[in-house]
């Protein structure tokens, strides 16, 4: 598929007399501006240090003022988040609120397997700050969790539904062998109480410089729930599956050691890839398109890999 752009991209997010406004409000004078229109719920223009994010519509908002948020109050010392520096509700240059944050230094890595120990670190920093701190009780995750597999992969982490999920697995999957290794693994999984998550990371929300991670960006869909959403490679855009899905038994572990470390907490990534890899194996049964075999595997590979 392929597109072709007229005119000036800015013009996709100000016109002439809006972006003149905001040159004047903003400070920015007449700076060079970067157009990012990549994101699903947000168009963002770059300077060399800031970061100004708005709104794509109305339906969007919610994600906005969550991740502007949550921006706000993570502290300043965990340096791989963006800070807040202004929210301005302007209908001459912007019919939604918009906001500018700190432009963090790097960028996107062209592979992001080489910092999952840096990446775990982070995690376990915003894991252990006090979920009361955030007023997140009706953050809800993004559609995609509304998938049958990913419904599967709640009621599984949940001490509650652990057993019969496990149960569930087993049969679907023809596996009745695995059902008691599947159980202890997952009630093993099921026992991390609900954390401040960032929901969605993918390599394209990384930043990097010189092998180091410098930054976790688009915390829209952050929420207090299971530490695992935080490891969840399946929502990793396709290039990191690409490229290492025969790695991942080993990817998953470099992050999860690296988190549990920090957090004093079981080094064992198996309770992590159990549960993920059984939630790919059911999302390829469903044959619902999304879920790739060219990309994610097949239902032979992950069950391979948690025989192994």
């Given amino acids: 598929m392929s597109s072709s752009l007229s005119g000036d991209p800015i013009s996709a997010v100000l016109i002439p007399p809006q972006l003149a ?35 794509r519509a109305p339906a969007n908002l919610e994600w ?23 929210v301005w509700h302007e209908p001459d ?13 790097g960028t996107h890595p062209e592979d992001a397997s080489a910092l999952m120990a840096d990446l775990g670190g982070a995690i376990a920093r915003w894991h252990a700050l006090e979920p009361t701190r955030f007023d997140l009780a009706n953050a809800r995750p993004p559609a995609h969790h509304d998938r049958p597999a990913t419904q599967w992969l709640r009621r599984a982490l949940d001490p509650a539904t652990t057993r ?17 290794r599947w159980t202890e693994q997952l009630g093993r999984a099921a026992q991390h109480p609900p954390v401040l998550v960032h929901g969605d990371i993918h390599e394209d929300q990384l930043l990097a410089r010189a092998g180091v991670l410098t930054g976790v960006l688009d915390w829209e869909t952050a929420r207090i ?34 988190y549990a470390d920090r957090r004093a907490v079981d080094p064992d990534p198996a309770p992590l890839e159990t549960a993920f890899r059984l939630r790919h194996a059911l999302a390829l049964l469903e044959h619902d398109g999304v879920h790739d075999p060219g ?10 890999a948690l025989d192994a």
């Fill in 225 to 258: 729930d299971h530490p695992f959403w935080d490891f969840d490679f399946g929502e990793w855009g396709t290039g990191l599956w690409r490229r290492h899905r025969s790695e991942f038994s080993a990817l998953w572990a470099t992050a999860w050691r690296a």
């Fill in 164 to 180: 019969a999920a496990a149960r569930e697995a087993a049969d679907r999957l023809h596996r009745h062998d695995a059902i008691a």
């Fill in 64 to 86: 906005f003022i969550r991740e502007v948020t949550i921006y706000g109050l993570l502290p300043p010392d965990l340096t791989v988040v963006p800070r807040v520096l202004g």
């Fill in 295 to 304: 990309v994610v595997g097949t239902i032979g590979e992950h069950l391979r």
């Fill in 21 to 55: 406004r905001f040159r004047a409000l903003t400070g920015v004078g007449s700076a060079d501006l970067e157009v990012n229109v990549n994101g699903w719920n947000k168009y963002v223009l770059l300077t060399d240090d800031r970061a100004f994010l708005f709104p």
């Fill in 93 to 105: 240059v912007y019919a939604l609120p918009f906001a500018v944050v700190t432009r963090l230094p």
